[in-house]
């Protein structure tokens, strides 16, 4: 059994839905496989304006933002599909009246659980469209939703896998047929009240990793438009290279310090397994990719990573006494209560500084909670610049840097939390 997971950049165009196909074409047809899909595109981006536009209570723009993303849906589907059309249609018009009803009443809960609730319709969009491509290209699917199968706390936002019940449900949804292809979602799940939750952006590949775990899967597989994983995002940074073959520790070390490639909890339940996890190009899928195994590497050139929309939190006691013991252990239950995890952290002997992501709504509140012992300061528009396996060159370039707040190294990475550029 095999897992492909196609990202939103594999499906965000007629021209890639057809390439897409090509490849499940391709698996063999004693094989069962289960295909997990992501919103296609820049749907996530232009939900979550959705979201923002109900948030503060602007119906009709939310409605209107909603009605593009609809018709892109549905001329998509139109063009893609003629026996199947009527059929997907349907089951299309299903989701959009899901997410319409919510549209129309008053916000009463917090602004994460209303995200979860409606950016889900992404991935359940995009993979119903798949669903009934293959079906129209001679390919037998069966179309799960996974918000049936993957149990979660209720963490909007960030859920945490309830993990015996998802379990059993999927060796239930998935084990029917060992010659089925399967087609369901990535990145959502549900509580047990049946309420849509999110596993945090780009948990696609986290879903794939969870199925891959339960079903024992012989590999997982992330299709993306670049030829593997790269030494850097080449965006940013047009030195990075192609790197073949990656540890399991490594790419753990990577996605912790914030690289895009592989989502941070995604290596996990495949180590645990010892499954294979593939990263290869959908563009050109003869390309061998990159594979992420137990080995280690002796050699690997400087991985550079970089995190936007970074917050910088500074705690100093008001009575300056030390920051440890006592005062720590308060500061980390308010972390855990909010469930926010920091990317740095430096402490000194009356303050300490901790950078994590700006999530605003969080952010205000660790502030408050905060307030009662120490002087909090907050600032904003940040970026963590993070290098491992750094080199002379690196150490100069980071050494000339003028915007530089904070800075951390050990004798395999170097980190810099700087004033935000333009790129």
Partial sequence: MIVYKFGGASINNIERIQQVIEIVKKIPENEMAILVISAMGKTTNALEKVVASFYNKNTTEALALFNVIKNQHLNIAKYLLVQQYNTCYTKLSDIFTEVEWLLHDNPVKTFDYYYDQIVCSGELLSSTIIHFYCQENGVASKWIDIRDVLLTDNNFRDAGIEWNVTEHK???????????????????????????????????????????????????????????VMSADPKYFPEAVYIPELSYHEVIEMAYYGAQVIHPKTIQPLQNKNIPLLVKCFLNPALPGTIIQRNNQVQLPPIQILKENQVLITLQSLDFSFVGGVTMNGIYAILQELKLIPNLIQFGAIAVQICMDDKPEKITQLALAAAANFNVQVEKNLQLFTVRHYNAAIVEKVNRENTVVLRQQTPVTIQILKQSEQH
């Fill in 170 to 228: 999927a060796k239930q949804a998935f084990l029917k047929d060992e010659k089925q292809v399967y087609i369901t979602q990535g990145f959502i799940g549900a509580t047990s009240d049946n309420e849509s939750t999110t596993l945090g952006r780009e948990g696609s590949d986290f879903t794939a990793a969870i199925l891959g775990n339960i079903l024992q899967a012989n590999s997982v597989t992330i299709w993306k438009d670049v030829e593997g």
